[in-house]
């Protein structure tokens, strides 16, 4: 893996801003890493062979929410 396209899909998502799951599951997941939790993200899931999409998308919101939460009562302004 060397950050091209199709070689992770984080990088896609982030990087090259290419469509990889679905809009929202997508957006969710570049909201996640720039909350800075891309190792957790990675951590929970993997991204080669995700849950079904309306599964994935509703852990993926559960898991954006509580990073969010964190990270505002720890005194990010996010």
Known sequence: MNGKKGDDPIIDIVK???????????????????????????SAFNLFAPPALPEFEVK????????YADRKLSGWEV
């Open 60 to 67: 993926l919101k559960e898991m954006r929410d509580r990073i």
């Open 16 to 42: 090259w801003k290419t469509a990889v799951f679905s809009p929202t599951a997508d957006a969710l997941i570049a909201e996640i890493v720039q909350l800075g939790a891309q190792r957790e993200l990675e």
